[in-house]
């Protein structure tokens, strides 16, 4: 018997003495959070990686999310078109702004929004499309938008799945 542990996943670390020298200088500043030397590198470094002109690094992608929709200011009450394929923190930022959420299926060959169902969900209470990108498959943007401005929607990608992804050269954060 092996009384060895078996890693499901493990963490990829640096060898000890190599990440004590990268974090010396944070116990010599005492900047351990928000805007220090190293958020503002990662935030630099993730702006050209993506290539987007805006980046706020969050806590997490639910945070981010739910801080979007928030900065929207939408009535309570009022309905958002999302998908049910992903993780349950787009709903719960919906639901955690006092939105209702509406479920528009997904195509079957890459899980995305099936952005031809969307205008059959639209209400007079519809404020906004929350459509998300899966798996690193991207939904159709084109089409979303041009449903969005013919309703006068607001569409707020959750691309948590579509990290580092591009679409027609373009980072998929734009």
């Given at each position: 018997?092996?009384?060895?542990?078996?890693?499901?996943?493990?963490?990829s670390?640096?060898?000890?003495?190599?990440?004590?020298?990268?974090?010396?200088?944070?116990?010599?500043?005492?900047?351990l959070?928000?805007?220090?030397?190293?958020?503002?590198?990662?935030e630099?470094?993730?702006?050209r990686?993506?290539d987007?002109?805006?980046?706020?690094?969050?806590?997490?992608?639910?945070?981010?999310?739910?801080?979007?929709?928030?900065a929207m200011?939408?009535?309570?009450?009022?309905?958002?078109?999302?998908?049910?394929?992903?993780?349950?923190?787009?709903?719960?930022?919906?639901?955690?702004?006092?939105?209702?959420?509406?479920?528009?299926?997904?195509?079957t060959?890459?899980?995305?929004?099936?952005?031809?169902?969307?205008?059959?969900?639209?209400t007079?209470?519809?404020?906004?499309?929350?459509?998300?990108?899966?798996?690193?498959?991207?939904?159709?943007?084109?089409?979303?938008?041009?449903?969005?401005?013919?309703?006068?929607?607001?569409?707020?990608?959750?691309a948590?799945?579509?990290?580092?992804?591009?679409?027609?050269?373009?980072?998929?954060?734009?």
């Amino acid at each position: 018997m092996n009384d060895k542990p078996i890693f499901v996943t493990q963490s990829s670390m640096p060898p000890y003495e190599e990440y004590i020298k990268a974090i010396k200088p944070l116990w010599q500043s005492h900047w351990l959070t928000n805007m220090g030397v190293y958020h503002k590198k990662l935030e630099l470094e993730l702006k050209r990686f993506l290539d987007v002109p805006y980046l706020s690094l969050m806590v997490n992608g639910h945070m981010a999310l739910e801080l979007a929709i928030q900065a929207m200011n939408f009535p309570a009450g009022a309905e958002v078109i999302t998908t049910p394929f992903t993780f349950i923190s787009t709903t719960h930022a919906i639901v955690r702004n006092h939105l209702y959420p509406v479920f528009c299926d997904v195509k079957t060959e890459d899980g995305t929004m099936d952005e031809t169902r969307i205008e059959g969900l639209i209400t007079e209470k519809t404020v906004a499309i929350i459509p998300v990108h899966v798996y690193g498959n991207i939904c159709n943007v084109e089409a979303i938008q041009k449903i969005a401005d013919k309703y006068n929607l607001k569409v707020i990608y959750d691309a948590a799945h579509a990290f580092g992804e591009k679409r027609k050269g373009c980072g998929i954060g734009n």
